[in-house]
């Protein structure tokens, strides 16, 4: 089983949809999560970091279930520049900086 | 957030033989990290970079194929040695900024390697 686990996706969404990624990881240690965009030929960029209370950034809404040990992102009004892919990442043992990455899962905007 | 430089951001190379890359923060941090993404995956951690210590390195990954210098707080380099056609990939290097546990990381632009 993969440390982390991410819908495969892709997903084809029309320009104004709301999406929801999905991630689950295994290590219930793991104290820090976030989400990671990355462009194609890009290096990936910290979208936001996912607190257990749940946190917004305008369109981009991110939760994290500790008991579950899942983490979701949700993109409302979705835009053609949010085509990406999008990285479950996570602290793996809490203290200290290793992160562990999912596969992604790729979003495509259409008008 | 820090400025992350890396050079050259891409190269094609012969097998056999090895290929230093270069990571430039504008900025002194603390954690420096080499990654690798192979084609169509994801991220996976090579080691960490320590500064006047040798780099810690992950499963899977050995000094003697991947050595790493960090000579300050601002530089790092990977070496990949004795290349062969698997090594073909993009080499990345991250920062760590923020406090423990929270820190995030940066990326550089990534180098691109192409061994023949």
């Known amino acids: 089983r993969k440390e982390v686990e991410q819908d495969p996706g892709p997903f084809n969404v029309p320009e104004g949809a709301t999406v929801a990624f999905n991630c689950t990881y295994s290590?219930?240690?793991?104290?820090?999560f976030f989400w990671y965009r990355q462009d194609c030929r890009k290096e990936p960029k910290l979208l936001m970091s996912?607190?257990?209370s749940g946190n917004e950034d305008g369109r981009f809404t991110a939760q994290l279930n500790r008991a579950s040990q899942y983490i979701s992102l949700l993109i409302r009004d979705s835009k053609l520049s949010d085509s990406a892919t999008y990285l479950c990442v996570v602290n793996r043992d809490g203290g200290y900086n290793k992160l562990i990455f999912g596969a992604g899962t790729r979003l495509a905007v259409h008008p | 957030s820090a400025v992350i430089s890396q050079k050259p951001s891409r190269d094609i190379c012969q097998r056999g033989t090895s290929l230093t890359i270069q990571c430039q923060v504008d900025s002194q941090v603390t954690m420096m990290f080499w990654y690798r993404q192979q084609p169509g995956q994801s991220l996976t951690l090579i080691a960490t970079?320590?500064?006047?210590?040798?780099?810690?390195?992950e499963s899977g990954f050995v000094i003697d194929k991947f050595p790493i210098s960090r000579p300050n707080l601002t530089f790092s380099t990977l070496t990949v040695s004795n290349m062969s056609p698997e090594d073909s990939s993009i080499y990345l290097c991250s920062v760590a900024t923020g406090v423990p546990r929270g820190e995030t990381q940066y990326f550089g632009p990534g180098t691109r390697l192409l061994v023949l």
């Open positions: 970079a320590n500064q006047g210590s040798e780099a810690t390195y």
């Open positions: 290590n219930s240690a793991s104290q820090s």
């Open positions: 996912v607190y257990s």
